[in-house]
């Protein structure tokens, strides 16, 4: 007998390919129009896998700005990325949508939940997923965002709660990534992860999931299994 999973989608290499230039942009101008004219060129900042508010965490103390500055700034800078992104975002970004997820949604849709797990701010995350395309098959009112906590590991939680009350089980939860960050905030709430080497980590990076793919549609038949167990 199958039960459904509650699977929660990153979305950035995972939904998505290269979709985050403009995305990149709105959190650059965010910061200059929230904190001034600053030097960006010299800060290297890892971005994959993490929460927008982490890494404008980062690019600001690289450029030097106080962390109590940065803290009374955080929601400044999440509107005004927000905003700038709506600006900037491609009218259509159906493209960008990874190899074998238009397929493959619609398959587990059938016998599963879908939410998300991502960095983005969610008004980002929504209209990225909108102008791909895909939006309307994660609802509102659900997911874990980088708007809701800095810290990924916070957010797999947080989107079990809002599934259900009690928060959907852990045992009946996957986290679907491509970085070996989605696989520590799986493990950090203790509920099982699938990565797809779909974004910038090859299968061998990614080997401390419970299951890697080269791409997505090599999900089905595992994700079958587990709700099968």
């Known amino acids: 007998m199958s039960h459904p999973l509650l699977l929660l989608w990153d979305i950035d290499g995972t939904l998505l390919q290269r979709a985050s230039v403009e995305h990149a942009a709105a959190l650059y101008r965010a910061l200059r129009e929230v904190h001034g004219e600053l030097e960006f060129e010299a800060i290297g900042v890892t971005a994959a896998g993490r929460t927008d508010g982490a890494i404008a965490r980062d690019i600001l103390l690289g450029c030097g700005v106080g962390v109590e500055r940065i803290d009374a700034c955080v929601e400044r800078v999440a509107e005004a990325t927000e ?16 190899p074998g997820i238009l397929e493959l949604l619609p398959e587990l849709e059938r016998t599963h939940h879908f939410s ?25 009112g659900q997911g ?30 996957v986290v679907i990534g491509d ?3 989605d696989i520590a905030c799986a493990r950090a709430d203790r509920v099982r992860v699938a990565a797809v080497a779909t974004g910038p980590f090859a299968v061998e990076a990614l080997a401390d999931a419970d299951a890697v793919a ?6 089905l038949p595992v994700l079958g299994d587990w709700a099968a167990g």
């Open 116 to 140: 998300l797990v991502t960095g983005n701010f969610e008004p980002v995350a929504r209209l990225k997923l909108e102008r791909a395309g895909i939006g309307h098959r994660f609802p509102a």
């Open 83 to 98: 905003a700038a992104y709506e600006e900037m975002c491609p009218a259509d970004l159906s493209a960008k949508v990874a």
């Open 214 to 219: 080269d791409d997505a549609r090599a999900l």
């Open 179 to 181: 970085t070996p960050r």
């Open 144 to 173: 874990g965002f980088g708007s809701d906590h800095a810290r990924r590991a916070e957010l797999p939680p947080i989107a079990r709660a809002r599934m259900s009350d009690p928060p959907w089980p852990r045992e009946r939860t």
